[in-house]
């Protein structure tokens, strides 16, 4: 059995024996939250919509596996908390899926192919999976994710001004990283053009694999960056420190005007 609700419910809604699914129909909505007490028996939530910004507002433990999205979005509010029975607290599917993250979600979050979004200044407990597609994720200031962050094949962005304590992974595609906070576990490039702009603090490793690409610093980088195959640049910004600097095949160009190999 399968509930779509678009209005208001009263009373208590038992789905009864079977494998049963609650579907909010999201179209039109920017984060409105969603009360689950009627629903009872209900095995599987399903929220849809018309693309990643028509969001559901949700929280709390709920006795759901994980919450289904199709080409729609979540959004947690500040102080809220949200998670689910099983390990993934949030699957996507192909559609343009989104995650508004401003409090807090408990798992991981697998959100499969399409263009998806995230965004928030909350904390992210798990590993975040945005698959393949042009994904882009915006960890604002005051934001924390625990595990690793990975993106799948496309053309992705990642701006960053809080806390990643995982490696970031881009996957192949022309990439385009933005950090002005720390990105703890350290950033792994694919076979693409990527970019690296960075004012805050790189740690764990930094490899970016084949393609032309290109690295501004203004912050601190405290270990080697491997640049890979290619025609690549790196240019050390003055106030930059950076560890050394590896290249591979290719003629790659290094501009000094802070401090290498610190």
Same mark, same amino acid.
């Given at each position: 059995?399968? *509930? ?18 609650? =579907? ?18 209900? %095995? ?17 433990? *709920? ?16 102080? %809220? ?19 508004? =993250? ?10 499969? /192919? ?7 200044? +909350? ?13 882009? *994720? ?8 625990? +595990? ?11 701006? =960053? ?21 720390? *990105? ?47 025609? =690549? ?5 003055? /106030? ?23």
């Amino acid at each position: 059995q399968k *509930l779509t609700n678009q209005a208001a419910l009263s009373g208590t809604v038992d789905g009864g024996d079977g494998t049963d699914t609650v =579907n909010i129909d999201a179209t039109g909505a920017t984060g409105q939250a969603f009360a689950f007490a009627p629903f009872i028996s209900f %095995e599987s939530l399903m929220v849809s919509g018309s693309g990643a910004s028509d969001r559901a507002g949700l929280s709390g433990a *709920l006795a759901f596996s994980t919450i289904n999205l199709s080409n729609a979005g979540v959004s947690v509010a500040a102080g %809220e908390t949200l998670s689910t029975t099983g390990p993934v607290t949030i699957t996507g599917g192909d559609g343009a899926d989104g995650v508004f =993250n401003a409090g807090t979600i408990a798992g991981d979050i697998a959100l499969g /192919g399409g263009n998806d979004v995230g965004s928030g200044a +909350g904390a992210f407990a798990g590993a975040l999976d945005l698959g393949a597609g042009a994904n882009s *994720l915006t960890l604002d200031a005051g934001g924390t994710i625990a +595990g690793p962050v990975t993106f799948g094949a496309g053309d992705d962005a990642l701006s =960053n001004a809080g806390t990643i304590a995982g490696l970031v992974s881009l996957g192949d595609g022309s990439n385009s990283v933005t950090n002005s906070g720390a *990105l703890n576990g350290g950033l792994l490039g694919g076979a693409g053009a990527d970019t690296l702009d960075n004012s805050g603090t790189v740690a764990g490793q930094l490899a970016l694999a084949g393609g032309d690409d290109s690295v501004t610093n203004s912050g601190t980088i405290s270990v080697l960056t491997d640049l890979g195959d290619g025609a =690549n640049s790196f240019t050390n910004l003055s /106030g930059g420190t950076a560890a050394a600097i590896m290249g591979g095949a290719g003629v790659d160009h290094i501009t000094n005007a802070g401090t290498l190999g610190s």
